[in-house]
């Protein structure tokens, strides 16, 4: 190229100096694009953007070498250009970049004006693309729960509600879908209302693109979780909408969202009554029952679109489509559907969501009575027959919620649904087993007529019985549940224990679940109330699972087992079993306790004890007037804190000592008194029939001591223990009921049962001579000659305080004198009795008195005079 020369030349215009001559540059590195952002030229800048957009769009790669390399600060500076196509082609890029979660992060925590940028793009003046990718990018950032909270606050609820009601159904697409994700924010929800969102939302049920249905759905799905919401719908009469999709079986994709909709409508009884006015209950039935429904009403017009045209659509609009999930892809297209009719497959997921509807609408006592009204209980009868487990599962939960109502359980009777749920219980589905165990128990609470119907169903008691060894804690909770409401009727209480209850129970004693527990405690008051069950349960071993659950953390089975033991410490056998395992321990420590100590718990001890009146005595050292002494009762002396009161077998079978001699009271005949005594003392000395014996450990035949050698089982069986009756203790009872019989006067009726009684005792003791009273010897040679520690009251004649204080006590409580035992120091007893006259005249309130059985048999001392306190010593 040569230079003109200066001078010289042709007559052409020399170019100006100060133009730049146009450069085509191509560029195949994204890092030369994000430098070109900062270009002075806009069409540099666009093309730039337009790059970026590209390789963003084609893998989460390269949206993180865009984010390393700084991308995102550039492309912000142009969302604020007023250049609208710079703008639209730096918003594409941004939001494809914000499918990256790195991205959101991002533009989270270092851009705090992000949003705010986002929400001025949804001015109406800018492009329909421009839109339609500011609502992509609000959608993704709403993906990060974090950033809903920023969107609220600017607006942008209100802004996308606006772009919404746009044609275009990309734009529409994105901003429902953003939408949906904002609604699981409580101040959004509460928004709807005044911002006229719920109207816009049932429009977009009338659009041609499923996508936009579907968000439509999940979004109003999320804002009928707001009770003003679910009233504005009411208001708008929306929930025939839901109800008449449910009835178009092209629409099968929407059901489930449908029906969600409907279920949580159905929470406010006022939407529920306006669905059973408008016909749109019974259709909802009816289409659960795959019935002919009644005619469905047309879904409302969808007013209020805008016919504003696309202007400025371009620009990577196709791809733009593919990068998002273009809604635009109308029903009918896919060739593998039939659109005319529902896939078989989806039926099942409707029909369990239309149950779970029902379920959730019948929690209020309305709700139960309105869908009482539509018959709903036969339908769901009727889905217990059902092929598919879930929908069972559903249709039981939902009958469980109905059940809780008279009516619906009477409704339920007359569909045949107890024979169903019976039948299902035998089934090994644990869901299944949960849920028809569940109504089961709820239909029969307060219905003795059901409890009958399931009793009396083909293996109804033993399905239910079943429950009790399930792995799950709510099939053996409803289980028992079940026994306990037939346990009402004495008839089905009895076939109960006939098929093995008792067994069956101690697997859910024995539970680590509360609530199994709880119930189990329950079943044990309902059940465990005569002799025969008692003498079972205890034998069983029901005692040592239900003594540890008085100990709970939990209140309330801490509450039932106390109620239950008070229950069951109503006979002699069964308190000294109680005690035996350390029962009367437990109950001692939670009396003891401000929090834990209750009316059943004091029941209980105060039962244990006077149901078994030596360990009473042994314990307390005193015996009220209403402790009667019993016709077997012996008296070890007091028992030692931390000592336990041995059986009576085990002080007959000790070799004779120079010990205090066990006093025993025996009135019983022989048979009974074997029966009586060796029989209650079965687990401490090993066998059923009273014979002393160890038990072999479980699953062996034979046990053998530490050292090796054959234990008690091996050797040969000692005779049957039994007590010989104590014919002179006998004898005494008819001498002193006839010495009352001779008068009337308590006073008089004293003072000869004292001098009785001092007489079978050696007769009266002067003052100062007790020392020199020979007792000790008579009673050493019955010891001797008896070989036995245990001396029959009525062998010993000659006793001090405590030998006539327990005779003339057991002595009175059969001669109708009501007096006390009392237990002093140093083998001193006395009694004390309460009388309402003196010298002859009634006086009150009754006042109490000590009985002198020594010194002067049958004088009387007022208790808190000296001469008590002297008797009480001498």
Not at 597 to 613: D, F
Not at 791 to 803: D, E, K, R, S, T
Request: with cysteine; glycine share 6%.
């Amino acid at each position: 190229c040569k230079m003109p020369k200066k001078g010289k030349g042709d007559d052409k215009k020399a170019a100006a100096e100060d133009v730049f001559d146009p450069v085509s540059v191509e560029t195949k590195s994204a890092m030369t694009a994000i430098l070109l952002l900062d270009s002075p030229e806009p069409e540099v800048q666009s093309k730039a953007c337009e790059g970026i957009y590209k390789f963003a769009y084609k893998c989460e790669e390269n949206r993180r070498v865009l984010l390393e390399n700084g991308a995102i600060e550039g492309l912000m500076k142009l969302l604020t250009v007023e250049d609208k196509a710079i703008k639209r082609n730096a918003l594409m890029a941004l939001a494809t970049m914000t499918h990256s979660p790195d991205v959101r992060r991002h533009l989270r925590t270092n851009r705090d004006d992000a949003v705010s940028a986002f929400l001025k793009l949804l001015n109406p003046e800018e492009f329909v693309t421009t839109h339609e990718f500011t609502a992509l990018a609000l959608s993704n950032m709403a993906k990060e729960f974090a950033s809903i909270p920023a969107i609220v606050e600017n607006k942008g609820l209100e802004l996308l509600l606006e772009v919404m009601q746009e044609d275009d159904p990309d734009v529409q697409k994105n901003a429902v879908e953003c939408i949906a994700l904002l609604m699981q924010d409580f101040e959004a929800k509460g928004s709807m209302k005044d911002s006229s969102g719920l109207e816009t939302l049932l429009q977009l049920l009338e659009s041609e693109y499923a996508i936009i249905q579907q968000l439509a759905l999940q979004s109003l799905i999320r804002a009928s979780q707001e009770a003003s919401n679910r009233g504005l719908l009411r208001e708008l009469n929306a929930l025939r909408v839901f109800v008449n999709i449910l009835g178009k079986p092209e629409l099968h994709d929407l059901h489930v969202l449908a029906l969600h909709v409907i279920s949580n409508c159905a929470d406010e009884p006022d939407n529920l009554q306006q669905l059973k006015e408008n016909g749109g209950l019974p259709r909802l039935v009816a289409f659960i029952a795959d019935r002919p429904a009644p005619p469905e009403e047309a879904l409302p017009d969808a007013a209020g679109k805008g016919g504003k045209d696309a202007k400025g659509k371009g620009g990577g609009g196709a791809a733009a489509a593919k990068a998002k999930g273009s809604a635009k892809k109308k029903k009918g297209e896919d060739d593998s559907k039939d659109a005319d009719v529902a896939p078989p497959q989806t039926q099942p997921d409707v029909k369990m969501h239309a149950a779970r509807a029902i379920a959730r609408a019948a929690k209020s006592n309305d709700g139960k009575r309105i869908l009482h009204d539509c018959n709903a209980e036969a339908l769901l009868v009727q889905l217990l027959t059902h092929e598919e487990d879930r929908v069972r599962v559903a249709a039981a939960q939902a009958i469980a919620v109905m059940g809780e109502n008279f009516l619906c359980q009477e409704a339920v009777l007359a569909a045949g649904g107890l024979e169903q749920l019976v039948k299902i219980l035998r089934l090994d589905n644990r869901q299944l087993k949960e849920s028809s165990s569940l109504a089961i128990a709820n239909l029969t609470t307060a219905n003795l007529p059901i409890c009958t119907v399931v009793a009396n169903a083909n293996h109804g008691l033993e399905n239910v019985l079943g429950c009790l060894r399930h792995d799950s804690e709510y099939a053996v909770s409803n289980g028992l549940a079940t026994l306990i409401n037939m346990s009402a009727d004495e008839s089905l209480r009895q076939r109960v224990l006939d098929i093995g209850f008792v067994s069956a129970l101690l697997t859910p004693l024995g539970s680590r679940s509360a609530m199994a527990q709880l119930k189990a405690t329950q079943a044990v008051s309902a059940y465990i109330r005569q002799p025969a069950p008692r003498k079972e349960f205890r034998e069983a071993g029901g005692l040592d699972l239900l003594a540890p659950l008085l100990r709970s953390s939990t209140d309330e089975v801490r509450r039932a087992a106390a109620i239950a033991v008070s229950l069951l410490l109503v006979d002699r056998e069964t308190s000294v079993e109680f005690y035996r395992i350390g029962g009367l321990e437990i109950l001692q420590e939670l009396n003891s306790s401000e929090t834990k100590r209750s009316p059943y718990t004091e029941a209980a001890e105060a039962g244990l004890l006077g149901n078994n009146i030596s360990l009473k005595y042994a314990l307390s050292g005193k015996l009220a007037v209403t402790d009667r002494v019993p016709d077997l009762f012996y008296d070890v002396g007091q028992v030692r804190p931390g000592e336990k009161l041995a059986p009576l077998e085990t002080y007959c079978a000790q070799p004779v000592n120079t010990r205090r001699a066990v006093l025993l009271i025996n009135v019983q005949p022989a048979e009974e008194t074997r029966t009586s005594e060796n029989q209650q003392q079965d687990r401490e000395v090993g066998t059923p029939n009273g014979r002393s014996r160890i038990k072999s450990p479980k699953g062996s035949d034979k046990s053998k001591s530490s050292n090796g050698s054959l234990g008690q089982a091996d050797a040969p069986e000692k005779p049957a223990f039994s007590l010989p009756e104590d014919q002179n203790l006998k004898s005494y009872i008819d001498t002193a009921q006839s010495l009352m019989r001779e008068c009337s006067n308590p006073r008089e009726q004293i003072l000869l049962l004292a001098k009785f009684v001092s007489d079978r005792m050696g007769g009266p003791i002067e003052h100062g001579q007790l020392m020199k009273f020979s007792y000790e010897l008579p009673i050493s040679q019955l010891k001797y000659s008896l070989q036995s520690n245990v001396i029959p009251m009525g062998l010993i004649n000659a006793g001090i305080h405590y030998h006539r204080a327990l005779l003339f006590k057991f002595l009175a409580d059969r001669a109708g004198i009501d007096c006390t035992l009392v237990r002093g120091q140093l083998n001193r007893a006395w009694n004390e009795v309460w009388l309402t006259e003196c010298d002859g005249a009634r006086k009150y309130p009754p006042s109490e008195y000590v009985i002198d059985l020594i010194n002067q048999p049958g004088k009387l001392y007022r208790r808190d005079s000296i001469e008590a306190a002297n008797y009480k010593k001498c």
